[in-house]
């Protein structure tokens, strides 16, 4: 099992980032995807959840009208559309599936900068 995390990096207040994860060695069209973060000495956040079939999405109050969740089942990859991005998005990003047994897998996570 894999997931990729990619598209990380520093942006300035303001600017926007996409974030990818790219997922193998399970079905990932039965598995709910979320992206994560954490913040140098906080706990891990859920961001945004996005359901099977992409039908249906959840996001975090800090992040809504900001982020935006989506995925590609027939490319197995989860993307985190990130606009506005402020100082305080500043975070490891962690892209996270749970199937419908209850087996959950983690990216290594990418760092997402934001800072003028």
């Known amino acids: 099992v894999q997931l990729v995390e990619s598209g990380g990096g520093l942006v300035q207040p303001g600017g926007s980032l996409t974030l990818s994860c790219a997922a193998s060695?399970?079905?990932?069209?039965?598995?709910?995807m979320s992206w994560y973060r954490q913040a140098p000495g906080k706990g891990r956040e859920l961001v945004a959840r996005?359901?099977?079939?992409?039908?249906?999405?959840n996001y975090a109050d800090s992040v809504k009208g900001r982020f935006t969740i989506s995925r590609d089942n027939a490319k197995n990859t989860v993307y985190l559309q990130m606009n506005f991005l402020k100082p305080e998005d500043t975070a490891v990003y962690y892209c996270n599936s749970n199937d419908w047994a209850g087996r959950t897998y983690w990216g290594q996570g990418t760092q997402v900068t934001v800072s003028s």
């Open positions: 060695g399970f079905t990932f069209n039965r598995s709910h």
């Open positions: 996005i359901s099977t079939t992409g039908g249906s999405t």
